[in-house]
């Protein structure tokens, strides 16, 4: 199994069910495609280091995930890019 660390900054405009409903919907991706969540953090709004589409600050996640194959990670990748209320996302491989 590969362990995986992805965080992602949402829009902080939304209102919160929504933007607790962007994690629920990656969240789902992950677990879609066979990835197993081993822990997640919803670190909330915090400012950015530098402005991101008009945005000063963020709304944090990250999730520590275990996956057999890479079909999570790449359909999790390509969702996040289409998806116009998430800022930055990143996805680490890490190492035992």
Known sequence: MTKYEIM??????LETQEIKGIAEDMKKTLEDN???????KEMGQKE??????KHNTGYYFLY????????????????????EN???HLII????
Do not use: C, G
Request: hydrophobic share 45%.
């Open 93 to 96: 491989k890490v190492e035992d």
């Open 34 to 40: 066979q990835a197993s969540i081993k822990e997640e």
């Open 86 to 88: 998430i800022l930055r």
């Open 64 to 83: 520590l995930i275990e996956s057999e194959n890479s079909n999570a990670i790449n359909e999790f990748n390509r969702l996040a890019l289409i998806n």
């Open 48 to 53: 950015l280091a530098y402005t991101i589409n």
């Open 8 to 13: 992602f900054i949402v829009n902080p405009n």
